[in-house]
């Protein structure tokens, strides 16, 4: 069974930076491709950003081009969402999702396991 754990939100200034991270067990890492994917009370979640198993391909949502970072690292079974330059409409909680296969990358439908979220404040 797929777990995954978030951390590393918090509340920042607008400008400020946040780095989230999100580990991964239960089964090997390097076969799930990952998002992270946001969502505030009543509305829809929103894709973020994914990154495929071997790391080569990313994807961003055109909100945080620029701004945040995707990576991996696969001898830690963790994925990281380095976010600079943030937003108040940044706030949200943030999850963490995983998947096997690579197609379609930016649809959280089409992701099988998440985390629990980690919430992420933006004040003006």
């Known amino acids: 069974q797929v777990q995954l754990v978030e951390s590393g939100g918090g509340l920042v200034q607008a400008g400020g930076s946040l780095k989230l991270s999100c580990e991964l067990s239960g089964r090997t890492f390097s076969n799930y491709a990952m998002a992270w994917v946001r969502q505030n009370p009543g509305k829809e979640r929103e894709f973020v950003a994914a990154i495929s198993q071997s790391g080569g391909i990313t994807s961003y949502a055109d909100s945080v081009k620029g701004r945040f970072t995707i990576s991996r690292d696969n001898a830690r079974n963790t994925i990281y969402l380095q976010m600079n330059s943030l937003k108040p409409e940044d706030t949200a909680v943030y999850y963490c999702?995983?998947?096997?296969?690579?197609?379609?990358?930016?649809?959280?439908?089409?992701?099988?396991?998440w985390g629990q979220g980690t919430p992420v404040t933006v004040s003006s």
């Open positions: 999702a995983a998947r096997l296969g690579a197609r379609g990358l930016p649809d959280p439908a089409r992701y099988d396991y």
